[in-house]
């Protein structure tokens, strides 16, 4: 008869090797991406990104700075994104090394920032789009957030903050709220 110690480690090899199996089963490979299907995955892969990013705000006008945060929490202000539309050439797409999803890096054909013009990633799983896009004339970055539509090739989605560069060193160093959003979309030309 076998002892409760050796019945107990085939249960749990045997749990080992179901478990093992299933997710071998829900891995694809796509070139030198591993994509994980969990019925979550959006399908995004990095070519999806790749091309020249154009960002319109299509409700324009000026928004306030609100519950700063950082080097200057008592900052005034406003963002003003009137008649801004920009188009960013080549944009970069890597991976994460911290989360599962692609990180975007754009410049202005004349880079305005040395960090990036356009920074941000979208989600493998969701498509879930987090960016910012650097005005120059209020030295900072708009913050929007919304989804990337792969058919459409279009993030549709809101700006609700702002990182500002409050002594010009090319770094924002104070986060900040708007007092109203912004309504953006990106085009992936």
Sequence with gaps: MPSRNGTLRRTTLLGMMVLSLGLAASCNSSGNTTIINQNLDCGLTRFDLLGNWRVDYTTSGTRGLTNCTGLVPSLTGSIDTTGISKT??????????????????????????????????????????????????????????????????????????????????????????????????????
């Design 88 to 189: 960013y050439s080549g944009v970069d797409v890597f991976g994460s090394d911290g989360s599962a999803s692609f990180k975007v890096l754009g410049f202005e054909s004349t880079p305005q920032n040395s960090q990036g013009d356009l920074t941000g990633s979208v989600q493998a799983d969701s498509c879930l789009a987090f960016f910012r896009a650097w005005e120059s004339d209020d030295g900072a970055y708009v913050q929007c957030i919304g989804t990337f539509d792969r058919t459409a090739r279009q993030i549709i989605g809101q700006c609700d903050s702002a990182e500002v560069d409050t002594n010009a060193d090319d770094t924002p160093d104070t986060s900040c709220s708007l007092s109203a959003t912004y309504d953006v979309v990106v085009d992936l030309l």
